[in-house]
């Protein structure tokens, strides 16, 4: 491989494809799995592989994954992927199960601390490009059948809280949080109640605050006592106007 012209088939043999590889190898001081993944094909075509990566359709991996068959191989490790392999769901969840393993991550309720920083370090960019740099938008799509608590996140998607269902399964969830055994609960509930568990974007945007105006607002059907409530001065001014 090192001559100008190779001889016709050289690399079509198994034990030659085997042979460069351990001499690029030596030449590139590569001496463990890992250091593969760092490995251009610039660098292969330099160094005698032009027609290997032919071969392989220009995919490191794929000239790896014949190579060195024992060995799994980890494809977003790589400088760069097949194309259209991020919108795969199959190679999404992949990626997100190996994720979970190096972040520690032992149940669903792990991904809602995980940022998109988080994610890119750790070789997920293109995977974050398919979902707009949304970490949640991602889980969604990848464990379709876990209940996402959305608001738990760092950040709720745009529009997220414009939505009925989403604000009602928000204090559905926060009344189960703090315990309340009926709506009647609502009127011993402050606004720090709900700051302080994450729907702080929500009271600001949509209710002034107020959570007997959000109450009254998500449970319409309930017959509310407006007298009831912690703090109702300033919504009692508002019912007036």
Not at 128 to 151: C, F, I, K, R
Request: proline share 3%.
């Amino acid at each position: 491989w090192n001559f100008e012209t190779q001889p016709t088939g050289l690399l079509d043999r198994a034990a030659c494809r085997s042979k460069f590889l351990g001499w690029f190898a030596k030449q590139q001081n590569i001496s463990k799995p890992e250091d593969w993944y760092s490995v251009t094909t610039t660098q292969l075509k330099k160094d005698g592989a032009t027609y290997l990566l032919k071969r392989y359709n220009s995919q490191i991996q794929r000239v790896l994954e014949d190579v060195y068959k024992d060995h799994k191989w980890l494809p977003w490790k790589f400088a760069s992927n097949p194309r259209n392999y991020w919108q795969d769901i199959n190679n999404q969840r992949e990626y997100f199960d190996w994720l979970a393993s190096q972040l520690q991550i032992s149940s669903p309720e792990g991904w809602y601390k995980v940022s998109r920083e988080s994610v890119i370090a750790n070789f997920g960019r293109g995977l974050m490009v398919e979902y707009g740099g949304s970490v949640q938008s991602a889980l969604h799509a990848v464990y379709p059948t876990h209940e996402w608590n959305d608001w738990l996140f760092s950040k709720v998607e745009n529009n997220f809280w414009d939505s009925d269902e989403n604000r009602r399964r928000y204090f559905d969830w926060l009344g189960r949080r703090l315990g309340l055994s009926s709506l009647d609960g609502w009127y011993n509930v402050s606004t720090d109640d709900v700051y302080s568990n994450h729907g702080a974007g929500l009271m600001a945007h949509h209710y002034g605050g107020s959570v007997m105006r959000a109450v009254m607002s998500v449970y319409p059907d309930h017959a509310w006592s407006v007298s009831r409530f912690k703090s109702t001065a300033a919504i009692s001014q508002d019912i007036e106007r």
